[in-house]
């Protein structure tokens, strides 16, 4: 018994805990759908230990026809964030064979930005697309996000439209509006909702087509 005690204090020394935050980056998975068929998923994964999150992300959106696969999406990210700021992010898009990605790391008191449509370095913190920080996103600088596709930057005009009930009346949380454009020149349309600065909902336009979020734990469409 006296060995194993030892052998378990051993083990909490060099493997200190990593848990998942309960102060505002909470694991977020979402079932995404379009005009109301299930298309996909975009899951966030979060793990915490001091001043340190990182965070790992993966969307997948797949869209048939006649049971052929006519559009599919994929993207995995994975972000440092230290004291709040930005300190790394590595991130890669597959958009139906269009291949782009997007890196960022701190150095010193520089960012280093390197991606398919962005390569400069800055000296100030960084807001990326990944829509969970809220601080940074709807309460920081609202002018420049940097699309974590391609590096390039969104000027966004964000807008608070209120607080309202959602999921069949079981939620009530703050909207807001974001519009943009994307260094292609498509628009960026989306309205987002936050509980208590935790994302919980998200609808955006593309294309002709709405595409809809729902946390998993909220969804009736699945039952």
Same mark, same amino acid.
């Given at each position: ?11 909490i ?16 998975h ?5 005009n ?25 959106f797949?869209?048939?026809?006649l ?40 150095q ?22 990944? !829509?969970?920080? %809220? @601080?940074?996103?709807?309460? /920081? &600088?609202?002018?420049?996000?940097? +699309? #974590?596709?391609?590096? =390039? !930057?969104?000027? %966004? @005009?964000?807008?608070?439209? /209120? &607080?309202?009930?959602?999921?069949? +009346? #079981?939620?009530?949380? =703050? ?18 909702w ?30």
């Open positions: 018994m006296k060995n194993f005690t030892l052998l378990f204090i051993f083990f020394l060099i493997f200190p805990s990593i848990s998942v935050s309960n102060t505002g980056s909470e694991n977020l979402f079932n995404v759908y379009r109301d068929s299930l298309i996909g998923y975009h899951n966030l994964d979060f793990y915490e230990k001091d001043s340190l999150i990182e965070s790992r992300i993966a969307i997948k797949e869209v048939t026809f049971g052929f696969v006519v559009y599919e999406y994929l993207h995995k990210n994975h972000e440092k964030w230290m004291d709040n700021v930005l300190v790394f992010m590595e991130a890669s898009t597959d958009k139906n064979g269009d291949l782009l990605d997007c890196k960022v790391n701190k010193e008191n520089k960012f280093k930005i390197l991606g398919t449509n962005g390569d400069l370095t800055l000296d100030k913190n960084i807001t990326p697309t990944t !829509y969970w920080k %809220f @601080d940074q996103l709807i309460s /920081g &600088d609202k002018n420049k996000v940097l +699309n #974590s596709q391609d590096c =390039s !930057y969104i000027n %966004f @005009d964000i807008k608070y439209l /209120g &607080d309202e009930m959602i999921y069949d +009346n #079981s939620l009530k949380a =703050s909207r807001y509006k974001l519009l943009g454009k994307e260094f292609t020149g498509d628009d960026v349309n989306i309205d987002i936050y509980k208590d600065k935790k994302w919980v909902k998200m609808i955006f336009l593309k294309d002709g087509s709405t595409i809809e979020y729902f946390l998993k734990e909220y969804d009736s469409k699945k039952e």
